[in-house]
């Protein structure tokens, strides 16, 4: 394990002090479970939503083109290089196949009809960031995996050729071409695909910089102080992809929901905001249209502008707000 301000020799620890739920909680949360949770999952299935492959034969040499392919799965293209975050094929959010959070909806694209990625982002190890198959599928075509310190030995025991594979702790930096470079930023969260492997393998976020735009992928995070940082040092910002679903007060220090997602991106300078993690899996108790509903009323607040597209849809980012709506016309 290479060494680390933030490991302690058994664990990786977070920038501040959090606790994954507070005392108690977990049999609180075992009793919501158990309750009736009216609106949490759409009455009949969402879409069906489908990319045209065709559409990516050709990658704008600048600019900044994202494609959601849902939760936090999108095809983010920038400055002429074409990014694949945390791919999610999985039908369950799960260990195993029957049984566990089930997508709303299918993946809008194909797997066999990907177009050609230059990286995979992968910013933790949670089953609805790391879809096991999909990720041993991709890394046969040679795809290229950045990611975070200990998620290279999961990637190769599962037969990852290690060469695919580079693994930065946060504030390290890759650099592309000579103009073009990945900074790993913190965040706030834990890792690990069991009870027993929490917070072994590292969890962040990424600031991702062309020669003309910079995007920031904040994955999965609780709020805390560090946005401002993140933006000194690594910003201004064009496009933050921030997540706004799965929240809970009694796990509030690990997710932003939609009132902190806007407080995050005033810290991050007020960048323009497009909401992820959301509207794919029931991984909280909430109604599922409920995250960007509050989204929208707390950024009409604090003047914050929203990029809200539809699964599958792929949209030129040029610093005008946009609204699909695609929600309202389901069930």
Not at 15 to 26: K, L
Not at 59 to 82: N, Q
Request: proline share 8%; charged share 25%; hydrophobic share 40%.
């Amino acid at each position: 394990m290479q060494v680390s301000d933030h490991y302690n020799g058994k664990i990786f620890l977070n920038p501040v002090p959090t606790d994954v739920m507070e005392p108690g909680a977990f049999f609180r949360v075992l009793r919501k479970y158990f309750q009736k949770h009216p609106g949490s999952e759409p009455k009949e299935p969402p879409g069906p939503f489908k990319i045209d492959a065709a559409k990516f034969k050709y990658s704008p040499p600048t600019g900044i083109r994202v494609t959601w392919l849902g939760h936090s799965s999108l095809i983010l293209e920038v400055d002429g290089k074409r990014f694949l975050t945390d791919p999610v094929w999985y039908q369950r959010a799960s260990p195993v196949k029957y049984a566990g959070p089930k997508r709303f909806f299918e993946n809008p694209l194909d797997i066999d009809q990907l177009p050609q990625i230059d990286y995979i982002l992968l910013s933790h190890d949670h089953y609805d960031h790391l879809d096991k198959q999909a990720i041993i599928k991709l890394t046969r075509k040679g795809i290229r995996i950045l990611t975070l310190l200990g998620v290279k030995k999961r990637l190769t025991d599962w037969g990852i050729n290690k060469d695919l594979v580079s693994e930065l702790d946060w504030w390290d930096t890759m650099l592309l071409d000579h103009d073009f470079k990945i900074t790993i930023a913190p965040a706030r969260h834990f890792s690990g695909r069991g009870l027993t492997d929490r917070f072994t393998t590292l969890w962040g976020s990424f600031a991702i910089k062309g020669p003309e735009h910079n995007v920031y992928f904040g994955a999965d995070s609780g709020y805390y102080n560090g946005f401002t940082t993140i933006a000194e040092k690594l910003g201004p910002f064009d496009l933050a992809l921030l997540e706004i679903g799965a929240y809970n007060q009694e796990w509030e220090h690990i997710h932003l929901g939609p009132e902190n997602a806007v407080q995050a991106a005033i810290d991050l300078g007020r960048p323009l905001v497009m909401p992820i993690h959301w509207g794919t899996f029931n991984l909280a108790m909430h109604p599922w249209k409920e995250p960007v509903e509050r989204l929208i009323a707390e950024a009409a607040k604090k003047n914050v502008q929203l990029l809200l597209p539809a699964p599958g849809e792929t949209v030129v980012v040029n610093n005008q707000p946009y609204n699909s709506m695609w929600w309202m016309k389901c069930k």
